[in-house]
């Protein structure tokens, strides 16, 4: 029933930055918690960042301070600043939406996922 399409992923070098987004359709969209995961040849999936229907966010630690998440309603639009960017960072980044109204974290259940845009920072 949601359909989420991520945008913005490339090659960059270490310390660069990109903006990734993602936009979503779907029923009570903005009632739901957004998150962005990321997966890396060989290595488990994991969350980076996710924001609230009420805008609180958390990040993974590995990224703090360097990434933000945010979104802009009137756009259906999920972002992921990433700055600073590392080589470590070198993944695929998914968007996603969890399917249960309570909840938001890292660690959380999304029952809905994007297709994936990939980011690669070399040294």
């Known amino acids: 029933q949601v359909q989420l399409v991520e945008s913005g992923g490339g090659s960059v070098q270490a310390g660069g930055s990109l903006i990734l987004s993602c936009e979503a359709t779907g029923y009570t969209y903005r009632s739901y918690c957004m998150g962005w995961f990321r997966q890396a040849p060989g290595k488990e999936r994991e969350g980076v960042a996710v924001?609230?229907?009420?805008?609180?966010?958390r990040y993974a630690d590995s990224v703090k301070g360097r990434f933000t998440i945010s979104k802009d309603n009137a756009k259906n639009t999920v972002y992921l600043q990433m700055n600073s960017l590392k080589p470590e960072d070198t993944a695929m980044y998914y968007c996603?939406?969890?399917?249960?109204?309570?909840?938001?974290?890292?660690?959380?259940?999304?029952?809905?996922w994007g297709q994936g845009t990939q980011v690669t920072v070399s040294s």
């Open positions: 924001i609230d229907s009420d805008g609180s966010t």
């Open positions: 996603a939406q969890r399917g249960w109204l309570y909840g938001c974290s890292t660690s959380a259940s999304f029952g809905y």
